[in-house]
């Protein structure tokens, strides 16, 4: 497709379990991000990847979040042992490059929700 | 501590009735100031960047312009289908290139 895809759009799942959410950027983006929006919150930044390398973590809340990019391609986010506070969409973004001059565009997230 | 604060956080407007939302950012250093529109259950899409104090950018019925603490976007004669939920977010200088995002105004435009 010609836009960021994400899957799946929604996840409902019990507390203690892991998720896998998916993001395939646009094609020939070499530079990706994840944030989380938190209802009546605004985006967070979680991490971005350049290529495959992921040069800005600073945003994971905590080592149950990981990330991974392979083929400067498709990404993955990972939480493990889902707690309720992790409720929330988790939107995908990506660029040409990584700079200002290439804005971010964003898929229409994943809808978490933790029983 | 960079931050982006958007007023307000709510808004009604009769079709036709012009209004301008406000962006006001504290930032080390801007390397640009972004403007998304979001439709409930989508993700943002882009409208304008602007890297500079005394941009202005134009789309439509929206023109967006900066100053060096904030940013408004000005919304000429709106109609029901500009409904939606604006966003503002800065990109800092200085080694990552993460959007920092206000919470953003909810537009509600009445036919």
Redesign the interface.
Known sequence: GAG?SQSPSNKVTEKGKDVELRCDPISGHT?L?W?RQRL??????LI?FQGNSA??K??LPSDRFSAERTGESVSTLTIQRTQQEDSAVY?C?SSLV????Q???????TRLSIL | EDQ?TQSPEALRLQEGESSSLNCSYTVSGL??L?W?RQDP??????LF?L?SAGEEKEKERLKATLTKKESFLHITAPKPEDSATY?C?V?AVGG?????????TRLKVLA
């Open positions: 960021v530079a991000y944030y009546g919150q605004g985006l967070e930044f971005y040069p800005d600073s945003g939107l973004a990584t700079g200002t001059n804005p971010q565009h964003f898929g229409d997230g | 982006v390397r640009g972004f998304y259950g989508k993700g943002p899409e882009f960047t890297y966003l977010a990109q990552t290139y993460k959007y920092i995002f206000g919470t953003g």
